[in-house]
Protein backbone atom coordinates (compact mmCIF):
# COMPACT_ATOMS: atom_id res chain seq x y z
CA UNK A 1 0.00 0.00 0.00
CA UNK A 2 2.65 2.22 0.74
CA UNK A 3 4.05 2.81 -2.45
CA UNK A 4 0.95 3.10 -4.51
CA UNK A 5 2.07 6.65 -4.96
CA UNK A 6 -0.09 10.44 -3.82
CA UNK A 7 -0.36 13.57 -4.72
CA UNK A 8 1.85 16.18 -3.14
CA UNK A 9 -0.73 17.93 -1.73
CA UNK A 10 -3.68 20.18 -2.46
CA UNK A 11 -2.41 22.04 -5.52
CA UNK A 12 -1.29 18.70 -7.07
CA UNK A 13 -4.54 16.75 -6.78
CA UNK A 14 -6.41 20.07 -8.14
CA UNK A 15 -4.02 20.21 -11.14
CA UNK A 16 -4.07 16.86 -12.14
CA UNK A 17 -8.10 16.43 -11.76
CA UNK A 18 -8.61 19.90 -13.46
CA UNK A 19 -6.56 18.63 -16.20
CA UNK A 20 -8.57 15.34 -16.50
CA UNK A 21 -11.47 17.53 -16.48
CA UNK A 22 -10.56 20.02 -18.75
CA UNK A 23 -10.00 18.69 -21.94
CA UNK A 24 -10.70 18.50 -25.66
CA UNK A 25 -14.67 18.17 -24.04
CA UNK A 26 -14.16 22.18 -23.10
CA UNK A 27 -12.55 23.07 -26.22
CA UNK A 28 -13.37 21.47 -29.15
CA UNK A 29 -17.01 19.76 -28.09
CA UNK A 30 -18.83 22.34 -26.14
CA UNK A 31 -18.29 24.82 -28.16
CA UNK A 32 -20.25 22.91 -31.27
CA UNK A 33 -22.57 21.38 -28.74
CA UNK A 34 -23.41 24.99 -27.84
CA UNK A 35 -23.02 26.42 -31.47
CA UNK A 36 -25.91 23.45 -32.48
CA UNK A 37 -28.04 23.36 -29.50
CA UNK A 38 -29.36 26.81 -29.48
CA UNK A 39 -25.46 28.88 -27.55
CA UNK A 40 -26.97 30.59 -24.52
CA UNK A 41 -29.95 28.19 -23.90
CA UNK A 42 -27.10 25.02 -23.88
CA UNK A 43 -25.03 26.38 -21.63
CA UNK A 44 -27.67 27.44 -19.07
CA UNK A 45 -28.40 24.32 -18.80
CA UNK A 46 -24.82 22.94 -18.70
CA UNK A 47 -24.41 24.91 -15.32
CA UNK A 48 -27.45 24.34 -13.85
CA UNK A 49 -27.47 20.65 -14.43
CA UNK A 50 -23.13 20.68 -13.09
CA UNK A 51 -24.46 22.14 -9.57
CA UNK A 52 -27.36 19.93 -9.50
CA UNK A 53 -25.99 16.77 -10.40
CA UNK A 54 -22.10 16.57 -11.21
CA UNK A 55 -21.19 18.60 -8.05
CA UNK A 56 -22.17 15.49 -5.85
CA UNK A 57 -21.30 12.74 -8.36
CA UNK A 58 -17.50 14.66 -8.09
CA UNK A 59 -17.63 14.67 -4.23
CA UNK A 60 -19.14 10.67 -4.32
CA UNK A 61 -16.53 9.74 -6.33
CA UNK A 62 -13.49 11.30 -4.65
CA UNK A 63 -14.74 9.88 -1.48
CA UNK A 64 -15.17 6.61 -2.42
CA UNK A 65 -11.54 6.56 -3.75
CA UNK A 66 -9.94 8.19 -0.85
CA UNK A 67 -12.02 6.16 1.47
CA UNK A 68 -10.81 3.09 -0.17
CA UNK A 69 -7.40 3.84 -1.51
CA UNK A 70 -7.05 1.59 -4.19
CA UNK A 71 -8.09 1.58 -8.08
CA UNK A 72 -11.83 1.69 -9.43
CA UNK A 73 -12.41 -2.14 -8.99
CA UNK A 74 -10.94 -2.40 -5.91
CA UNK A 75 -12.80 0.39 -4.06
CA UNK A 76 -16.02 -0.68 -5.20
CA UNK A 77 -15.12 -4.29 -4.03
CA UNK A 78 -13.27 -3.41 -0.63
CA UNK A 79 -16.55 -0.99 0.14
CA UNK A 80 -19.17 -2.87 -1.15
CA UNK A 81 -18.08 -6.29 -2.04
CA UNK A 82 -17.17 -8.72 -5.04
CA UNK A 83 -20.66 -7.71 -7.04
CA UNK A 84 -19.76 -4.24 -7.04
CA UNK A 85 -16.59 -4.84 -8.19
CA UNK A 86 -17.79 -5.09 -11.57
CA UNK A 87 -19.16 -1.54 -11.64
CA UNK A 88 -15.61 -0.41 -11.37
CA UNK A 89 -14.87 -2.84 -13.98
CA UNK A 90 -17.15 -1.26 -16.31
CA UNK A 91 -15.54 2.19 -15.48
CA UNK A 92 -12.54 0.84 -16.47
CA UNK A 93 -13.77 -0.37 -19.81
CA UNK A 94 -15.71 3.14 -20.53
CA UNK A 95 -12.19 4.71 -19.70
CA UNK A 96 -10.38 2.16 -22.11
CA UNK A 97 -12.84 3.26 -24.93
CA UNK A 98 -13.41 6.64 -24.58
CA UNK A 99 -9.79 6.75 -24.87
CA UNK A 100 -9.37 4.97 -28.08
CA UNK A 101 -11.40 7.83 -29.76
CA UNK A 102 -10.09 10.18 -27.90
CA UNK A 103 -6.72 9.76 -28.35
CA UNK A 104 -7.98 10.29 -32.47
CA UNK A 105 -9.19 13.24 -32.32
CA UNK A 106 -5.87 14.74 -29.90
CA UNK A 107 -3.82 13.34 -33.17
CA UNK A 108 -6.18 15.37 -35.30
CA UNK A 109 -5.03 18.57 -32.94
CA UNK A 110 -1.68 17.40 -33.11
CA UNK A 111 -1.37 17.20 -36.64
CA UNK A 112 -2.85 20.71 -37.32
CA UNK A 113 -0.52 22.08 -34.63
CA UNK A 114 2.00 21.10 -36.93
CA UNK A 115 0.68 22.12 -40.29
CA UNK A 116 -0.53 25.63 -39.46
CA UNK A 117 2.94 26.52 -37.30
CA UNK A 118 5.13 24.89 -39.95
CA UNK A 119 3.21 23.47 -42.99
CA UNK A 120 0.82 25.23 -45.46
CA UNK A 121 -2.55 24.67 -44.07
CA UNK A 122 -3.02 28.34 -44.27
CA UNK A 123 -2.71 28.52 -47.99
CA UNK A 124 -5.50 25.83 -48.87
CA UNK A 125 -8.00 27.10 -50.72
CA UNK A 126 -10.51 25.05 -48.88
CA UNK A 127 -10.49 24.10 -45.33
CA UNK A 128 -13.90 21.81 -45.63
CA UNK A 129 -11.76 19.89 -47.94
CA UNK A 130 -8.68 19.85 -46.32
CA UNK A 131 -9.98 18.57 -42.72
CA UNK A 132 -12.11 15.68 -45.15
CA UNK A 133 -8.70 15.09 -47.03
CA UNK A 134 -6.42 15.36 -43.16
CA UNK A 135 -8.55 12.75 -41.75
CA UNK A 136 -8.49 10.09 -44.33
CA UNK A 137 -4.77 10.08 -44.62
CA UNK A 138 -3.62 7.02 -42.92
CA UNK A 139 -0.37 7.71 -41.88
CA UNK A 140 -0.41 10.89 -40.68
CA UNK A 141 -3.33 10.06 -38.67
CA UNK A 142 -1.38 6.85 -37.28
CA UNK A 143 1.87 8.70 -36.93
CA UNK A 144 0.52 11.62 -35.07
CA UNK A 145 -1.90 9.54 -32.97
CA UNK A 146 0.85 7.11 -32.19
CA UNK A 147 2.99 9.91 -30.85
CA UNK A 148 0.52 11.45 -29.13
CA UNK A 149 -0.39 8.13 -27.02
CA UNK A 150 3.46 7.96 -26.52
CA UNK A 151 3.37 11.10 -24.72
CA UNK A 152 0.48 9.94 -22.44
CA UNK A 153 2.44 6.76 -21.68
CA UNK A 154 5.88 8.52 -21.36
CA UNK A 155 3.93 10.86 -18.32
CA UNK A 156 1.39 8.03 -16.85
CA UNK A 157 4.81 5.67 -16.29
CA UNK A 158 6.87 8.17 -14.49
CA UNK A 159 4.07 7.70 -11.85
CA UNK A 160 1.68 10.26 -9.87
CA UNK A 161 3.91 12.73 -8.79
CA UNK A 162 6.27 13.05 -10.87
CA UNK A 163 4.64 12.41 -14.17
CA UNK A 164 0.79 13.31 -14.00
CA UNK A 165 1.32 15.98 -11.10
CA UNK A 166 4.33 17.09 -12.89
CA UNK A 167 2.88 17.46 -16.22
CA UNK A 168 -0.52 19.11 -15.18
CA UNK A 169 1.41 21.79 -13.05
CA UNK A 170 3.18 23.10 -16.02
CA UNK A 171 0.02 22.62 -18.58
CA UNK A 172 -2.66 23.64 -17.22
CA UNK A 173 -1.81 27.48 -16.00
CA UNK A 174 0.21 27.81 -19.51
CA UNK A 175 -3.54 26.68 -21.38
CA UNK A 176 -5.06 29.39 -19.16
CA UNK A 177 -2.91 31.68 -20.51
CA UNK A 178 -2.61 30.64 -24.13
CA UNK A 179 -6.78 30.70 -23.69
CA UNK A 180 -6.83 34.39 -22.20
CA UNK A 181 -4.67 35.81 -25.03
CA UNK A 182 -6.25 34.35 -27.95
CA UNK A 183 -9.77 35.55 -26.95
CA UNK A 184 -8.56 39.12 -26.04
CA UNK A 185 -7.68 39.04 -29.47
CA UNK A 186 -10.62 37.85 -30.66
CA UNK A 187 -12.99 40.13 -29.02
CA UNK A 188 -11.68 43.39 -30.76
CA UNK A 189 -12.52 41.98 -34.12
CA UNK A 190 -15.21 43.39 -35.95
CA UNK A 191 -18.64 42.10 -35.06
CA UNK A 192 -17.62 39.95 -32.59
CA UNK A 193 -20.92 41.47 -30.29
CA UNK A 194 -23.02 39.48 -32.73
CA UNK A 195 -21.30 36.17 -31.66
CA UNK A 196 -21.49 37.79 -27.88
CA UNK A 197 -25.26 37.93 -28.01
CA UNK A 198 -25.66 34.38 -30.00
CA UNK A 199 -23.68 32.99 -27.04
CA UNK A 200 -24.93 34.92 -24.22
CA UNK A 201 -28.82 35.72 -24.93
CA UNK A 202 -31.01 32.35 -24.75
CA UNK A 203 -33.57 31.53 -27.22
CA UNK A 204 -35.63 29.50 -24.69
CA UNK A 205 -37.67 28.18 -28.16
CA UNK A 206 -34.25 25.94 -29.29
CA UNK A 207 -34.16 23.67 -25.78
CA UNK A 208 -35.85 20.26 -26.37
CA UNK A 209 -35.09 16.77 -25.13
CA UNK A 210 -31.98 16.43 -27.15
CA UNK A 211 -30.47 20.08 -26.21
CA UNK A 212 -30.83 18.63 -22.23
CA UNK A 213 -29.35 14.80 -22.65
CA UNK A 214 -26.65 16.61 -24.54
CA UNK A 215 -26.02 18.77 -21.66
CA UNK A 216 -25.83 16.57 -19.52
CA UNK A 217 -23.76 14.07 -21.61
CA UNK A 218 -21.49 16.93 -22.30
CA UNK A 219 -21.47 17.94 -18.27
CA UNK A 220 -20.60 14.49 -17.47
CA UNK A 221 -17.61 13.95 -19.95
CA UNK A 222 -15.82 17.04 -19.01
CA UNK A 223 -15.58 17.10 -15.63
CA UNK A 224 -14.56 13.02 -16.27
CA UNK A 225 -16.82 11.40 -14.01
CA UNK A 226 -18.83 8.42 -14.30
CA UNK A 227 -16.12 5.65 -14.73
CA UNK A 228 -13.86 5.87 -11.63
CA UNK A 229 -11.18 8.76 -12.87
CA UNK A 230 -11.83 10.40 -10.17
CA UNK A 231 -11.96 6.98 -7.59
CA UNK A 232 -8.44 6.55 -9.16
CA UNK A 233 -7.51 10.00 -8.72
CA UNK A 234 -9.36 10.18 -5.22
CA UNK A 235 -7.24 7.53 -4.04
CA UNK A 236 -4.07 9.31 -4.14
CA UNK A 237 -5.48 12.23 -2.44
CA UNK A 238 -4.31 12.97 1.85
CA UNK A 239 -6.55 12.29 4.23
CA UNK A 240 -6.25 15.54 5.77
CA UNK A 241 -7.33 17.38 2.25
CA UNK A 242 -10.36 19.27 2.24
CA UNK A 243 -12.48 17.52 -1.24
CA UNK A 244 -15.15 19.75 -0.45
CA UNK A 245 -13.03 22.54 -1.82
CA UNK A 246 -11.17 20.89 -4.47
CA UNK A 247 -14.13 19.65 -6.15
CA UNK A 248 -15.60 22.99 -6.15
CA UNK A 249 -12.61 24.16 -7.39
CA UNK A 250 -12.38 21.62 -10.09
CA UNK A 251 -15.49 22.23 -11.37
CA UNK A 252 -15.47 25.48 -11.81
CA UNK A 253 -12.26 25.29 -13.02
CA UNK A 254 -13.82 23.40 -16.16
CA UNK A 255 -16.87 25.37 -16.27
CA UNK A 256 -14.58 28.58 -16.82
CA UNK A 257 -12.29 26.81 -19.47
CA UNK A 258 -15.59 25.77 -21.33
CA UNK A 259 -17.24 28.69 -21.18
CA UNK A 260 -14.16 30.54 -22.15
CA UNK A 261 -13.76 28.46 -25.42
CA UNK A 262 -17.21 29.54 -26.13
CA UNK A 263 -16.10 32.60 -25.77
CA UNK A 264 -12.82 32.91 -27.49
CA UNK A 265 -14.58 31.08 -31.22
CA UNK A 266 -17.92 32.75 -31.50
CA UNK A 267 -16.90 35.89 -31.86
CA UNK A 268 -14.37 34.49 -34.41
CA UNK A 269 -17.09 32.35 -36.26
CA UNK A 270 -19.32 35.84 -36.15
CA UNK A 271 -16.52 37.62 -37.47
CA UNK A 272 -16.09 35.87 -40.67
CA UNK A 273 -19.90 35.37 -40.96
CA UNK A 274 -19.69 31.89 -40.68
CA UNK A 275 -22.05 29.48 -39.10
CA UNK A 276 -21.97 28.31 -35.49
CA UNK A 277 -23.84 24.69 -36.42
CA UNK A 278 -20.71 23.47 -38.06
CA UNK A 279 -20.87 20.34 -35.85
CA UNK A 280 -17.30 18.15 -35.02
CA UNK A 281 -15.49 20.02 -37.52
CA UNK A 282 -16.23 23.19 -36.06
CA UNK A 283 -12.80 24.53 -34.94
CA UNK A 284 -11.04 22.08 -37.75
CA UNK A 285 -13.07 23.88 -40.52
CA UNK A 286 -13.80 27.08 -39.19
CA UNK A 287 -11.08 27.97 -37.48
CA UNK A 288 -8.17 28.29 -40.09
CA UNK A 289 -10.18 30.40 -42.36
CA UNK A 290 -10.17 33.30 -39.42
CA UNK A 291 -6.47 32.51 -38.62
CA UNK A 292 -5.81 33.05 -42.61
CA UNK A 293 -7.46 36.26 -42.48
CA UNK A 294 -5.36 37.17 -39.38
CA UNK A 295 -2.10 37.10 -42.44
CA UNK A 296 0.63 34.91 -42.85
CA UNK A 297 2.52 35.15 -39.99
CA UNK A 298 -0.04 36.29 -36.95
CA UNK A 299 -1.75 33.19 -38.56
CA UNK A 300 0.46 31.16 -37.45
CA UNK A 301 1.18 32.15 -34.58
CA UNK A 302 -2.62 32.54 -33.38
CA UNK A 303 -3.16 29.74 -34.71
CA UNK A 304 -0.63 27.43 -33.87
CA UNK A 305 -1.34 29.08 -30.32
CA UNK A 306 -4.73 27.49 -30.25
CA UNK A 307 -3.81 23.93 -31.58
CA UNK A 308 -1.06 23.93 -29.37
CA UNK A 309 -3.28 24.61 -26.68
CA UNK A 310 -5.82 22.07 -27.57
CA UNK A 311 -3.01 19.64 -27.27
CA UNK A 312 -2.41 20.48 -23.96
CA UNK A 313 -5.92 20.23 -22.72
CA UNK A 314 -6.09 17.15 -24.38
CA UNK A 315 -2.75 15.75 -23.09
CA UNK A 316 -3.43 16.30 -19.11
CA UNK A 317 -6.94 13.86 -20.21
CA UNK A 318 -5.65 11.11 -22.04
CA UNK A 319 -3.32 10.83 -18.92
CA UNK A 320 -5.93 10.21 -16.53
CA UNK A 321 -7.81 8.27 -19.02
CA UNK A 322 -4.85 6.02 -19.00
CA UNK A 323 -4.25 5.78 -15.48
CA UNK A 324 -7.71 4.45 -14.57
CA UNK A 325 -7.09 0.89 -16.36
CA UNK A 326 -3.20 1.28 -15.23
CA UNK A 327 -4.08 1.73 -11.60
CA UNK A 328 -5.97 -1.57 -12.12
CA UNK A 329 -3.34 -4.01 -13.33
CA UNK A 330 -0.72 -2.18 -10.63
CA UNK A 331 -3.26 -2.38 -7.51
CA UNK A 332 -4.84 -6.07 -8.58
CA UNK A 333 -2.75 -7.85 -10.34
CA UNK A 334 0.60 -6.43 -8.84
CA UNK A 335 2.05 -6.07 -12.87
CA UNK A 336 4.86 -3.11 -12.73
CA UNK A 337 3.95 -0.20 -13.94
CA UNK A 338 6.00 0.27 -16.47
CA UNK A 339 5.02 -2.80 -18.34
CA UNK A 340 1.48 -1.94 -17.88
CA UNK A 341 1.26 1.34 -19.29
CA UNK A 342 3.04 0.56 -22.75
CA UNK A 343 1.09 -2.33 -22.87
CA UNK A 344 -2.16 -0.74 -22.42
CA UNK A 345 -1.10 2.10 -24.44
CA UNK A 346 -0.51 -0.35 -27.15
CA UNK A 347 -3.66 -2.40 -26.73
CA UNK A 348 -5.91 0.80 -26.67
CA UNK A 349 -3.77 3.04 -29.80
CA UNK A 350 -5.36 -0.77 -31.66
CA UNK A 351 -8.54 0.00 -30.51
CA UNK A 352 -8.48 2.71 -31.76
CA UNK A 353 -7.86 1.94 -35.09
CA UNK A 354 -11.71 1.43 -36.61
CA UNK A 355 -12.57 5.27 -34.99
CA UNK A 356 -9.55 6.70 -36.47
CA UNK A 357 -10.62 4.98 -40.11
CA UNK A 358 -14.28 5.79 -39.35
CA UNK A 359 -13.67 9.00 -40.92
CA UNK A 360 -14.05 8.03 -44.59
CA UNK A 361 -10.97 5.78 -44.83
CA UNK A 362 -12.13 2.48 -44.73
CA UNK A 363 -16.09 2.33 -45.62
CA UNK A 364 -16.90 -0.74 -43.06
CA UNK A 365 -16.08 1.76 -40.12
CA UNK A 366 -17.60 4.79 -41.76
CA UNK A 367 -20.69 3.54 -42.16
CA UNK A 368 -21.85 0.87 -39.60
CA UNK A 369 -24.95 -0.88 -40.65
CA UNK A 370 -25.98 -1.67 -37.19
CA UNK A 371 -25.83 1.90 -36.05
CA UNK A 372 -27.72 3.87 -38.63
CA UNK A 373 -25.21 4.19 -41.06
CA UNK A 374 -23.05 6.29 -38.32
CA UNK A 375 -19.21 6.13 -38.07
CA UNK A 376 -17.55 3.66 -35.93
CA UNK A 377 -16.18 6.75 -33.86
CA UNK A 378 -19.73 8.13 -33.00
CA UNK A 379 -20.44 5.24 -31.99
CA UNK A 380 -18.07 4.40 -29.68
CA UNK A 381 -17.82 7.92 -28.51
CA UNK A 382 -21.82 7.59 -27.87
CA UNK A 383 -22.17 3.84 -26.45
CA UNK A 384 -19.64 4.33 -24.05
CA UNK A 385 -19.78 8.19 -23.11
CA UNK A 386 -23.11 9.58 -23.79
CA UNK A 387 -24.98 6.35 -22.54
CA UNK A 388 -22.38 5.15 -20.31
CA UNK A 389 -21.33 8.07 -18.33
CA UNK A 390 -24.49 8.94 -16.87
CA UNK A 391 -25.34 5.70 -16.29
CA UNK A 392 -22.02 4.71 -14.58
CA UNK A 393 -23.28 8.13 -12.62
CA UNK A 394 -26.01 6.59 -11.61
CA UNK A 395 -25.54 3.36 -10.64
CA UNK A 396 -22.58 5.12 -8.53
CA UNK A 397 -25.55 7.14 -6.34
CA UNK A 398 -27.40 3.62 -5.94
CA UNK A 399 -24.46 2.06 -4.86
CA UNK A 400 -23.48 4.90 -1.99
CA UNK A 401 -27.61 4.90 -1.14
CA UNK A 402 -27.95 1.17 -0.76
CA UNK A 403 -24.55 0.13 -0.34
CA UNK A 404 -22.00 1.79 1.31
CA UNK A 405 -24.04 4.72 2.75
CA UNK A 406 -24.94 8.59 2.90
CA UNK A 407 -23.32 8.44 6.56
CA UNK A 408 -19.84 6.96 5.50
CA UNK A 409 -19.91 9.58 2.36
CA UNK A 410 -20.24 12.29 5.04
CA UNK A 411 -18.04 10.80 7.60
CA UNK A 412 -15.19 10.80 4.69
CA UNK A 413 -16.02 14.54 3.07
CA UNK A 414 -15.69 15.72 7.35
CA UNK A 415 -11.78 14.76 6.71
CA UNK A 416 -10.68 18.15 5.98
CA UNK A 417 -13.35 19.93 6.56
CA UNK A 418 -15.34 19.51 10.29
CA UNK A 419 -17.42 22.25 8.93
CA UNK A 420 -19.45 19.81 6.49
CA UNK A 421 -21.36 18.29 9.59
CA UNK A 422 -24.74 18.87 9.68
CA UNK A 423 -24.45 21.90 7.34
CA UNK A 424 -26.88 22.88 4.99
CA UNK A 425 -24.41 21.95 2.39
CA UNK A 426 -24.64 18.39 3.41
CA UNK A 427 -28.39 18.17 3.41
CA UNK A 428 -27.99 18.94 0.25
CA UNK A 429 -25.67 17.01 -1.19
CA UNK A 430 -27.27 14.02 0.44
CA UNK A 431 -30.36 14.80 -0.84
CA UNK A 432 -28.77 14.49 -4.09
CA UNK A 433 -27.28 11.56 -3.70
CA UNK A 434 -30.34 9.87 -2.46
CA UNK A 435 -33.41 10.99 -4.81
CA UNK A 436 -32.07 13.77 -7.67
CA UNK A 437 -29.05 11.63 -9.42
CA UNK A 438 -30.42 8.10 -9.25
CA UNK A 439 -34.07 8.88 -10.62
CA UNK A 440 -32.91 11.59 -13.13
CA UNK A 441 -29.87 9.60 -14.32
CA UNK A 442 -32.15 6.63 -14.49
CA UNK A 443 -34.49 7.98 -16.82
CA UNK A 444 -32.03 10.02 -19.07
CA UNK A 445 -30.08 7.19 -19.04
CA UNK A 446 -32.99 4.98 -20.54
CA UNK A 447 -34.65 7.75 -22.74
CA UNK A 448 -30.64 8.21 -24.43
CA UNK A 449 -30.50 4.86 -25.27
CA UNK A 450 -33.86 4.49 -26.90
CA UNK A 451 -32.91 8.00 -28.70
CA UNK A 452 -29.48 6.69 -29.82
CA UNK A 453 -30.62 3.17 -31.48
CA UNK A 454 -34.80 4.00 -32.43
CA UNK A 455 -35.22 8.13 -32.16
CA UNK A 456 -37.00 9.78 -29.33
CA UNK A 457 -39.25 11.71 -31.42
CA UNK A 458 -40.14 8.37 -32.56
CA UNK A 459 -41.56 7.17 -29.93
CA UNK A 460 -43.18 10.78 -28.83
CA UNK A 461 -45.22 10.54 -31.99
N1 LIG B 1 -12.89 15.46 -19.37
C1 LIG B 1 -12.07 15.32 -20.51
C2 LIG B 1 -12.48 16.35 -21.53
O1 LIG B 1 -13.32 17.16 -21.29
C3 LIG B 1 -12.09 13.94 -21.08
C4 LIG B 1 -11.87 12.91 -20.05
C5 LIG B 1 -10.73 12.68 -19.37
C6 LIG B 1 -12.80 12.03 -19.55
N2 LIG B 1 -10.91 11.69 -18.46
C7 LIG B 1 -12.17 11.29 -18.54
C8 LIG B 1 -14.11 11.82 -19.85
C9 LIG B 1 -12.88 10.34 -17.85
C10 LIG B 1 -14.81 10.86 -19.16
C11 LIG B 1 -14.21 10.14 -18.16
O2 LIG B 1 -11.97 16.39 -22.60
Redesign the pocket.
Known amino acids: MANRGNFSGRLGFIMAAAG???????IWKFPYEAGQNGGAAFLLIYILLTFLLCYPIMLGEIAIGRKAASDAYGSYKQLGGKNWGYLGLYGILC?IM?LSF?NVVAGWAFGYFLEISFGNLLDHPNYGTFFSEYVIDFWDNLIFSACFMAITAFIVLKGVQKGIEAASKIMMPALFSILILLIIYSLTLPNASAGISFYLLPDFSKINFQTVYSALGQAF????LG?G?LITYGSYVNKNQNILSSAATITVMDMSVAFLSGLLIFPLVFSQGQSPAEGPALVFVVLPGIFNSMGPIFGRVIGGGFFLLLCFAALT?TI??LEVPVAYFVDQKKWSRKSTTWLLAGIIFILGLPSMLSQGAVKMFSSLPFYQGRSALDFVSEVF?DIS?PLGGCLMTIFIVRRWGTHNMSEELYQGNETYKNSLLEKYINFSIRYICPVILGIFSILIIIDKFYGVDKLMN
Open positions: SAVGLGNGIYFSLSMASSLSL
